[in-house]
T-cell receptor, first 115, second 116 residues
Framework: DVKVTQSSRYLVKRTGEKVFLECVQD?????MFWYRQDPGLGLRLIYF???????EKGDIPEGYSVSREKKERFSLILESASTNQTSMYLC??????????????FGPGTRLTVL | AQSVTQLGSHVSVSEGALVLLRCNYS??????LFWYVQYPNQGLQLLLK??????LVKGINGFEAEFKKSETSFHLTKPSAHMSDAAEYFC??????????????FGSGTRLSIRP
């Protein structure tokens, strides 16, 4: 069974803290993605990676960075957490598709609260 | 650039009634289209996908969607709603011919409520 796991379901951090969100997939997928989900805004892409050590900015990368040292693991880093980063964070992975067909498989999400 | 518009942020139907969730897309090339469902406190799960093989696509849990190029639509339907269908539904588009890490663009979502 296809599986994407995220290190925490719920996380509470303080303003200014460095926050790490971890995502692991067991499907040998090339592509991995980080989204944030906010009510009324749907999913917005933060960063994605198409290979180990490769990354590209998504639509809202400001305030975030990522790391992909191994194919199965993709980390999202909040260098200095702020209250406006309180959100649901979703990780996804996909195979290298033909012609752009890249069904994504999602983890359960991490609900982050920054106080 | 491609985009997705979901009409109606919240839809409420009675149990047993028809479910219709609307989605219109914009894409300069033939698209791949998806519907995902998100149950409370869970990640997204693929309901169905259109990849140009057939315009009427059947998915899980009795849902189906029809690709209409002339209307640039990909509406999701289910003949008879069940209480367990209550969830948030996302329409999404990916683009043919993009790079191997082509992005999926998601709509803003439609919350479906089922009345007993």
């Amino acid at each position: 069974d296809v599986k994407v796991t995220q290190s925490s379901r719920y996380l509470v951090k303080r303003t200014g803290e460095k926050v790490f969100l971890e995502c692991v997939q067991d499907m040998d997928h090339e592509n991995m993605f980080w989204y944030r989900q906010d009510p009324g805004l749907g999913l917005r892409l933060i960063y994605f990676s198409y290979d180990v050590k490769m990354k590209e900015k998504g639509d809202i990368p400001e305030g975030y960075s990522v790391s992909r040292e191994k194919k199965e693991r993709f980390s999202l880093i909040l260098e200095s957490a702020s209250t406006n980063q309180t959100s649901m964070y979703l990780c996804a992975s996909s195979q290298m598709g033909q012609g752009g067909y890249n069904e994504q498989f999602f983890g359960p999400g991490t609900r982050l609260t920054v106080l | 650039a491609q985009s997705v518009t979901q009409l109606g942020s919240h839809v409420s139907v009675s149990e047993g009634a028809l479910v219709l969730l609307r989605c219109n897309y914009s894409s300069s090339v033939p698209p791949y289209l998806f519907w995902y469902v998100q149950y409370p406190n869970q990640g997204l799960q693929l309901l169905l996908k259109y990849t140009s093989a057939a315009t009427l696509v059947k998915g899980i849990n009795g849902f189906e969607a029809e690709f209409k190029k002339s209307e640039t639509s990909f509406h999701l339907t289910k003949p008879s709603a069940h209480m367990s269908d209550a969830a948030e539904y996302f329409c999404a588009v990916s683009e043919w011919g993009s790079s191997s890490a082509s992005k999926i663009i998601f709509g803003s979502g439609t919350r479906l409520s089922i009345r007993p």
